[in-house]
Structures are given as structure tokens and as C-alpha cells.
């Protein structure tokens, strides 16, 4: 099934040099105004045994409709293309001449101009849908590694990005014969508060905050002194890894953890279960040495640890792949050391070593449902706020109050 790790091994091949890509549809929901967007005939007709119906709800509270966009870009499953949606709901192929004057693309999609804005996911996409609020957001059309047009994704963590003082955030998502599979994410940064809902063969919802809850992110971590770089202004909370990028988070932070388990794994074996089986590993000259065909772990850094990759990437294959995850997980639920058997399944006890992931505590405390994407491996033991439907019917993107 596709989660978190899918959708960035999918992006890495979609993006040049950030991940992503996305669209949406929905109907029902949030009840709007009763204004028919004036492409609704023309959608309507793609959703019909195509795409899936999607419903953008304006429930900020800061913004009217007409300072929100949306962009939905990503791949098209059928060519391998990168693509982007037009404001009639048609795709187009991302080309050099998309760029205007000003060197960037206007992908942009408008609200309507009150209520409720209808849309629709395009049967076979992968990819993201961006929210900008106040201003638009900057793409650009380069040339991959392999000569072919390929779209360059703003980075929100990046202070010299040209849409850096932009409020934008966006959800991931693929559509395809299987279903659809989506998520809200703060696994790079988090600024627009978002909830998805997607009916089918179920009602399900997720991502949406607690009352009052971006703020008291932002709080929690600005009362963190380690944390408190990471926010930027009341624009957007960078990830911990791309504050170690940017300078601004220690290299070192989880260094003391990360020997503290090397030394107990030495004489307490750790034990993985993934579910298909279980594996039992201990260091040994240097190495997390685990049975069962996995291949053994260097010791990770606190890079390593935040972007769970380098020493805990987790391969495609079914083996070591699964016990990278856990392993990932545990580090930055900071679990490792109290639970011999992981993955740990009660948040009860997450987060509660001094030396843990505050970001992505600080984002579980204050969602309704306790679920959110705050590292990529937050969907083990199911904590990733990611819903999926085999036979859907319609989704609801809802931009929630800040």
C-alpha cells in the first residue's frame, strides 16, 4: 500500500530538487454558499468515471477566497510525465515554455469567489497539492539529469527560496485503479493547517488541529531553546532536519541518545517486529547486526536520525527496509531505550526523553486525531495522518482556522 515511504521514493523521480506533487477532489463536506464554480460542468464531466470529486473549503478565517491558489502538480502514472492542472481541470505537461518573463510559472488555480471550490483529481496522478495564502507561489520549469523539463517545487525551509515569505503548505497524495492515498504532512516544514476528509467505502478525516493548535505549535516550540530557530516568524515551523541544513539545529542534538542505545543494544538485544516476522539484532564491532537477512546498521547520526535516511535508509525490499522504519521511528519517538521490543504502539510513552523529536511531539499534541506526519517514518504502528479508500467517491480538502 502506498504511505509516506512510497510517496517519497515516487517524488524523487518527480521533483528536481524537492519532492512532490498533488491533486484533489471532493464533494460534500463543509457546506459552502451555494456558488457554482464556473467550471463545474466541464469537471463534473472529467470526474465521471475518471477522476475523483474534490471540495477546497475556505475555513481560515484570515483569508478570503480570492488571496488563497492552489497548484496541483506531480506525475501522471500512465506517461511517467510531470504534469500540473490547469484551472479547467485539464493536465498539462510541464515545458520550458511554461516559465514567463520572470523566469517562474504561474501554475496557479483560484478559488471562486465565495464558498465552496470544486475540483477534480485526475484518475492516474501522484503528486502534491500546494495552498498559498497571500501571495503565489514560484515554480520553475528546469532540465533534469537526463535532459527532460521537470518542475522545481518551492522550499519553504529554504531562506534564499524565492517564495520563502509566502504562507503555503500542501498534501501529498496518488490516485490511480487502486484507490485513492493521501496525507497531510509537516514532514519539511508546517504553516497552513489542513484536514482531509475522503468517503468511499468509508468516511474518514484527518490532519485537522485542535482548537487554537497552529499557534500553540508555534508556542510549544519557541519554548523549546533548541527548537525555537525553527520558527519563522507566524509564517511557517521548519523540520529539525532542514534546520540542521540551514545552520540553525545542532548536528550533534541526538548524538548522547543515539550512543546511549549503541552501548544498552550491546548487552540487551533489541527486537523488531514487522509485522511479517520478527527480528532480534545486538551491536557488534560497531554494527546493529539483526537475523533474518537484514543488513546491519552503521551507527546513525542525528542527521540520519530527523531525515531517517543515511544509516536508517530503508530500502524497497521487504527486509531491511521495514526494520530501517521501526528503527527510525523509535529514534525520534525516542522509545528505544525504555522499549526492548519495538515498534512501541502506546504514545503514552513517545516523546518523553529530554533528548526526542519536539517538532513532531508538539504537532501530534495538538491534532484532534493524535496523527500527523512529523518525521518520514511517522506512519509506523499508524500515527502518520494518512487515510486511504480502494473505492472512493469523493475527498475534502479543508483549510482550517489558524
Same mark, same amino acid.
Given at each position: 500500500? $502506498?504511505?509516506?515511504?512510497?510517496?517519497?521514493?515516487?517524488?524523487?523521480?518527480? @521533483?528536481?530538487?524537492?519532492?512532490?506533487?498533488? @491533486?484533489?477532489?471532493?464533494? =460534500?463536506?463543509?457546506?459552502?454558499?451555494?456558488?457554482?464554480?464556473?467550471?463545474?460542468?466541464?469537471?463534473?464531466?472529467?470526474?465521471?468515471?475518471?477522476?475523483?470529486?474534490?471540495?477546497?473549503?475556505?475555513?481560515? &478565517?484570515?483569508?478570503?477566497?480570492?488571496?488563497?491558489?492552489?497548484?496541483?502538480?506531480?506525475?501522471?502514472?500512465?506517461?511517467?510525465?510531470?504534469?500540473?492542472? +490547469? /484551472?479547467?481541470?485539464?493536465?498539462? #505537461?510541464?515545458?520550458?515554455?511554461?516559465? =514567463?518573463?520572470?523566469?517562474?510559472?504561474?501554475?496557479?488555480?483560484?478559488?471562486?469567489?465565495?464558498?465552496?471550490?470544486?475540483?477534480?483529481?485526475? $484518475?492516474?496522478?501522484?503528486?502534491?497539492?500546494?495552498?498559498?495564502? !497571500?501571495?503565489?507561489?514560484?515554480?520553475?520549469?528546469? *532540465?533534469?539529469?537526463? !535532459?527532460? /523539463?521537470?518542475?522545481?517545487? /518551492?522550499?519553504?525551509?529554504?531562506?534564499?527560496?524565492?517564495?520563502?515569505?509566502?504562507?503555503?503548505?500542501?498534501?501529498?497524495?496518488?490516485?490511480?485503479?487502486?484507490?485513492?492515498? %493521501?496525507?497531510?504532512?509537516?514532514?519539511?516544514?508546517?504553516?497552513?493547517?489542513? @484536514?482531509?476528509?475522503?468517503?468511499?467505502?468509508?468516511?474518514?478525516?484527518?490532519?485537522?488541529?485542535?482548537?487554537?493548535? +497552529?499557534?500553540?505549535?508555534?508556542?510549544?516550540?519557541?519554548?523549546?531553546?533548541?527548537?525555537? $530557530?525553527?520558527?519563522?516568524?507566524?509564517?511557517?515551523?521548519?523540520? $529539525?532536519?532542514? !534546520?540542521?541544513?540551514?545552520?540553525?539545529?545542532?548536528?550533534?542534538?541526538?548524538?548522547?541518545?543515539?550512543?546511549?542505545?549503541?552501548?544498552?543494544?550491546?548487552?540487551?538485544?533489541?527486537?523488531?517486529?514487522?509485522?511479517?516476522?520478527?527480528?532480534?539484532?545486538?551491536?557488534?564491532?560497531?554494527?546493529?547486526?539483526?537475523?533474518?537477512?537484514?543488513?546491519?546498521?552503521?551507527?546513525?547520526?542525528?542527521?540520519?536520525?530527523?531525515? %531517517?535516511?543515511?544509516?536508517?535508509?530503508?530500502?524497497?525490499?521487504?527486509?531491511?527496509?521495514?526494520?530501517?522504519?521501526?528503527?527510525?521511528?523509535?529514534?525520534? +519517538?525516542?522509545?528505544?531505550?525504555? #522499549?526492548?521490543?519495538?515498534? *512501541?504502539?502506546?504514545?503514552?510513552?513517545?516523546?518523553?526523553? /529530554?533528548?526526542?523529536?519536539? &517538532?513532531?511531539?508538539?504537532?501530534?499534541?495538538?491534532?484532534?486525531?493524535?496523527? *500527523?506526519?512529523?518525521?518520514?517514518?511517522?506512519?509506523? *504502528?499508524?500515527? @502518520?495522518?494518512?487515510?486511504?479508500?480502494?473505492?472512493?467517491?469523493?475527498?475534502?480538502?479543508?483549510?482550517?482556522?489558524?
Amino acid at each position: 500500500m $502506498p504511505n509516506r515511504r512510497t510517496f517519497l521514493l515516487a517524488a524523487s523521480a518527480v @521533483a528536481a530538487g524537492s519532492a512532490g506533487g498533488a @491533486a484533489w477532489s471532493v464533494t =460534500g463536506g463543509a457546506g459552502g454558499h451555494g456558488q457554482e464554480h464556473p467550471l463545474a460542468a466541464t469537471l463534473a464531466a472529467a470526474s465521471s468515471g475518471t477522476g475523483l470529486p474534490l471540495t477546497v473549503v475556505n475555513h481560515t &478565517y484570515r483569508y478570503a477566497n480570492n488571496q488563497i491558489w492552489l497548484y496541483v502538480v506531480g506525475t501522471d502514472l500512465t506517461t511517467g510525465r510531470q504534469v500540473y492542472a +490547469r /484551472p479547467d481541470g485539464s493536465l498539462a #505537461q510541464v515545458s520550458p515554455a511554461d516559465n =514567463g518573463p520572470d523566469g517562474f510559472a504561474d501554475l496557479a488555480i483560484p478559488l471562486v469567489p465565495d464558498g465552496d471550490t470544486p475540483f477534480v483529481v485526475p $484518475p492516474a496522478m501522484s503528486g502534491r497539492i500546494y495552498v498559498s495564502t !497571500g501571495a503565489k507561489l514560484r515554480f520553475k520549469v528546469v *532540465a533534469d539529469g537526463a !535532459g527532460a /523539463p521537470a518542475l522545481q517545487h /518551492p522550499a519553504g525551509w529554504v531562506r534564499s527560496d524565492p517564495s520563502f515569505g509566502v504562507v503555503h503548505d500542501f498534501v501529498e497524495f496518488t490516485h490511480n485503479a487502486a484507490g485513492m492515498f %493521501c496525507n497531510t504532512t509537516a514532514v519539511d516544514m508546517f504553516s497552513v493547517p489542513m @484536514a482531509l476528509r475522503l468517503r468511499g467505502a468509508a468516511d474518514q478525516t484527518t490532519g485537522r488541529l485542535a482548537a487554537g493548535g +497552529r499557534a500553540a505549535v508555534f508556542d510549544a516550540l519557541r519554548a523549546h531553546p533548541t527548537f525555537t $530557530p525553527l520558527v519563522v516568524g507566524d509564517t511557517r515551523v521548519i523540520a $529539525p532536519g532542514h !534546520g540542521l541544513e540551514a545552520g540553525v539545529f545542532p548536528a550533534s542534538y541526538y548524538d548522547g541518545y543515539i550512543d546511549a542505545v549503541w552501548r544498552q543494544a550491546a548487552t540487551r538485544p533489541l527486537t523488531v517486529d514487522v509485522g511479517t516476522r520478527t527480528h532480534t539484532g545486538t551491536v557488534d564491532g560497531g554494527l546493529l547486526r539483526f537475523d533474518g537477512g537484514v543488513a546491519p546498521f552503521a551507527r546513525p547520526s542525528t542527521r540520519d536520525v530527523l531525515f %531517517c535516511d543515511g544509516a536508517l535508509a530503508a530500502p524497497n525490499d521487504g527486509v531491511t527496509g521495514p526494520v530501517a522504519a521501526v528503527l527510525g521511528a523509535g529514534f525520534n +519517538r525516542s522509545t528505544l531505550l525504555t #522499549q526492548p521490543t519495538q515498534p *512501541a504502539t502506546d504514545p503514552a510513552g513517545f516523546y518523553r526523553d /529530554p533528548t526526542t523529536n519536539h &517538532y513532531a511531539r508538539a504537532l501530534h499534541e495538538h491534532t484532534e486525531d493524535g496523527r *500527523a506526519y512529523g518525521f518520514a517514518f511517522d506512519d509506523v *504502528a499508524g500515527f @502518520a495522518s494518512y487515510i486511504q479508500d480502494t473505492a472512493p467517491t469523493s475527498a475534502t480538502l479543508w483549510l482550517t482556522p489558524f
